[in-house]
């Protein structure tokens, strides 16, 4: 029997595809059905990056792009 471990995926995204708060879901809407979980919101607005804490799957701001700051 052979295993095949996969690096989890890393999802680029623009600030507009972020919530007005800096965050963005997983899984997201392009992800297959049979890998659904629940929903949780992933923080980009400290390092423009964050991680899925049940898939794994990365989620980074693309280059260049810029959260709006504050209120």
Do not use: R
């Not at 052979?2 to 680029?12: G, H, K, R």
């Not at 879901?25 to 392009?30: A, E, I, M, V, Y």
């Not at 890998?35 to 980074?60: E, M, R, W």
Request: hydrophobic share 30%.
């Amino acid at each position: 029997m052979s295993i095949t471990i996969q690096a989890p995926a890393t999802v680029e995204v623009t600030a507009k595809d972020c919530n007005d708060n800096g965050t963005v879901f997983c899984p997201n809407p392009k992800m297959a059905l049979w890998s659904n979980h629940p929903k949780v919101f992933i923080d980009l607005s400290h390092d423009g990056q964050g991680q899925c804490p049940y898939c794994g799957t990365a989620y980074k701001l693309k280059a260049g792009e810029v959260l709006p700051s504050g209120h």
